[in-house]
């Protein structure tokens, strides 16, 4: 059982920055293809971003290509989303989703791909 645990949530300007944060507990000793989604009110939820096992593969929504920017660093088994240039278009909660240990890419783009899910951290970028 993995159990994602996200931070770096909050209210930011447009224009600003953010760094989410994701460390699963539970078992950590194996590594995963992880990703970032959103869900705004009222709307469905959307993949972000996605890094590979090893973190030598990433991809992104075209959304947030060239703004945002996934990153691991598997010593500390932790994932990271830097989001740049905030719009308030990107106001959502933002899940930590870790796939299953079959998968190893970056390029799962649908929520069944995904085996655990995180509680979500509210973005909220204000005009």
């Known amino acids: 059982q993995v159990q994602p645990v996200e931070s770096g949530g909050g209210l930011v300007q447009t224009g600003g920055s953010l760094r989410l944060s994701c460390a699963p507990s539970?078992?950590?000793?194996?590594?995963?293809?992880m990703a970032w989604f959103r869900q705004a009110s009222g709307k469905e939820r959307e993949f972000v971003a996605g890094?590979?096992?090893?973190?030598?593969?990433?991809s992104y929504a075209d959304s947030v290509k060239d703004r945002f920017t996934i990153s691991r660093d598997n010593d500390k088994k932790t994932v990271y989303l830097q989001m740049n240039s905030l719009k308030p278009e990107d106001t959502a909660v933002y899940y930590c989703a870790v796939a299953g240990l079959g998968l190893s890419g970056s390029h799962y783009y649908t929520a069944d791909d995904y085996d655990y899910w995180g509680q979500g951290t509210q973005v909220t970028v204000s005009s």
């Open positions: 539970g078992r950590t000793s194996d590594t995963y293809a």
């Open positions: 890094i590979s096992r090893r973190g030598g593969s990433t």
